[in-house]
């Protein structure tokens, strides 16, 4: 069950078929389909306690962080390999179309990891 602002501001409670709606939002694929890879020994320093690498399920984005400053990263620093696609922009059009923000409390839990993405198929 989920609370859904309206177009009009009122709230109206529905109970969502996460998967139904991702496979309806993404039917043309206009999103894409993308492989993923992930070098072992980088997994290896994300696991790390206090490692500057940081993995983000929901948006499957790379990042090293030091200094208070965060770095993206498209390569593998181990391997060289190129990292799977960020999913930041496709995150937020389907969190768009279907209503929500990040940051709303009443997001699903398959959007707080990379469930959403493995239903389309990202």
Not at 24 to 40: T, V
Not at 74 to 101: A, H, Q, R, W
Request: with cysteine.
């Amino acid at each position: 069950m989920v609370a859904l602002k309206t177009k009009k501001g009122m709230w109206k409670t529905r109970t969502l078929d996460i998967k139904k709606l991702l496979l309806e939002i993404n039917k043309d694929n206009s999103l894409g389909h993308r492989e993923g890879f992930c070098c072992d020994k980088l997994m290896e320093y994300i696991n790390l306690e206090n490692s500057p690498f940081i993995y983000l399920p929901p948006t499957r984005s790379y990042l090293i962080i030091s200094n208070n400053i965060t770095i993206d990263i498209e390569y593998c620093p181990c391997c060289g390999e190129k990292l799977p696609d960020d999913l930041t922009n496709e995150l937020m059009i389907v969190l768009d179309k279907l209503g929500f923000s990040y940051e709303d409390p009443n997001l699903p839990q398959e959007f707080k990891s990379d469930q959403w993405s493995k239903l389309l198929g990202l």
